[in-house]
């Protein structure tokens, strides 16, 4: 069974508007993890956000904030102002266990986003 | 601040030859370090990880290996290369504190093709 599931392949968004990418996941484990990634077209991931399975706030970080919804097993990404360098593709992740050997994370298979001028 | 690095950034290679891949991070000591294959469209997949010198944990049985001669140096080989090698491998790392928030930070990856 897939562990991080993002339903959404691609994406269109006009500039200055606000998108909302899925992201639900399956777990026993009561700690987890959830984390967000943006990989442009040059290839790197870059970190944006995270969410811990004891967090009561919804995580923020400047134009992304994530909707945590733990009965639903859903960690939504916001991205809020659409910008032109927005335009990439976003991963869902999540850690499980607090001592999960070695951190290992479990990746979705992503959600392309491409920004209309 | 930390950094990481991977090299070469774009290889091709005919099937059946050997490969190595490098990746040194730097600022920061006894990172967990990681090995990921990304094919075409596709998300990621762990191949390795190491937790310390000496140790790498694969992830999926393949023709790959890793290894760890230093602390932050992360080696991914194969003595044959196989069509189904090409992709975009991405090493990153994170520290070891254990908990749930320690981010994973990648470097700028290597595209493989395999003719």
């Known amino acids: 069974a897939q562990k991080i599931t993002q339903t959404q392949p691609g994406m269109f968004v006009q500039e200055k508007e606000a998108v909302t990418l899925d992201c639900t996941y399956d777990t026993s484990d009561q700690s987890y993890g959830l984390f967000w990634y943006k990989q442009p077209s040059s290839g790197e991931m870059i970190f944006l956000i995270y969410?811990?399975?004891?967090?009561?706030q919804n995580a923020t970080e400047g134009r992304y904030s994530l909707n945590f919804q733990k009965a639903r097993k859903s960690a939504n990404l916001v991205i809020s102002a659409s910008q032109l360098g927005d335009s990439a593709m976003y991963f869902c992740a999540m850690r499980e266990g607090w001592k999960a050997a070695g951190n290992k994370l479990t990746f979705g298979g992503g959600t392309r986003v491409l920004v209309k001028p | 601040s930390q950094t990481i690095h991977q090299w070469p950034a774009t290889l091709v290679q005919p099937v059946g030859s050997p490969l190595s891949l490098e990746c040194t991070v730097e600022g920061t000591s006894n990172p967990n370090l990681y090995w990921y294959r990304q094919a075409a469209g596709r998300g990621l997949q762990l191949l390795f990880y190491s937790v310390g010198i000496g140790q790498i944990s694969s992830e999926v049985p393949q023709n790959l290996s890793a290894s760890r001669p230093q602390d932050r140096q992360f080696i991914l080989s194969s003595k044959k290369l196989l069509l189904s090698d090409s992709g975009f491998y991405l090493c990153?790392?994170?520290?070891?504190?254990?908990?749930?928030?320690?981010?994973?930070?990648f470097g700028p990856g290597t595209r493989l093709t395999v003719l």
């Open positions: 990153a790392w994170s520290v070891q504190t254990g908990a749930l928030t320690d981010t994973q930070y």
């Open positions: 969410q811990g399975s004891y967090d009561e």
